[in-house]
């Protein structure tokens, strides 16, 4: 299939974890690496809706605090993820850049553009949600760099 997620087995992933999802060279030479940044186990669990709108617009604020490399930070449809873009980024850089936004965003004290002028839906956020979320991500963290179930498992 066209859709590199689609060819992914959704059944042999452990949750959490980041991986790269896909590369693609530019024309001027420049590479976008877009991560697979899975938050909770497929077909198992997912995200509140509300958390992973907060989730978007702070990681999508708080990470340019860090790089100028991130082009986008998405949600991803099934709820249980969200999908990395950046120019260039390798994991070696992007695991410590995504823990420490995500250590940013715990100390956020509001959700950035969480209103009517600046959002779709700007009443459809949770602060609270999104920092729940985040830290049982983070609290995960050394199982990041697992993306497939051990026999053991």
């Not at 980041?18 to 001027?28: F, M, N, S």
């Not at 998405?74 to 850089?93: H, K, N, Q, W």
């Not at 985040?134 to 990041?144: E, H, P």
Request: glycine letters at 6%; a negative charge.
């Amino acid at each position: 299939m066209n859709v590199e997620s689609f060819n992914l087995d959704h059944r042999a992933v452990a949750a959490p974890y980041v991986r790269i999802a896909d590369r693609k060279q530019l024309p001027g030479g420049d590479e976008l690496v877009k991560y697979d940044v899975r938050f909770t186990q497929p077909n198992t669990e997912h995200l509140d809706t509300e958390a992973i709108h907060s989730i978007e617009h702070l990681v999508a604020e708080l990470m340019r605090n860090h790089t100028d490399k991130l082009i986008d930070f998405s949600p991803m449809g099934c709820r249980t993820g969200f999908y990395a873009i950046t120019l260039g980024v390798e994991p070696d850089e992007f695991l410590p850049l995504l823990e420490r936004t995500l250590t940013d965003l715990l100390d956020a004290d509001a959700v950035p553009a969480a209103n009517e002028e600046q959002c779709g839906w700007g009443a459809h956020h949770t602060l609270q949600g999104a920092k729940d979320a985040v830290a049982a991500f983070l609290l995960r963290r050394d199982d990041w760099e697992q993306v497939f179930k051990t026999d053991a498992a």
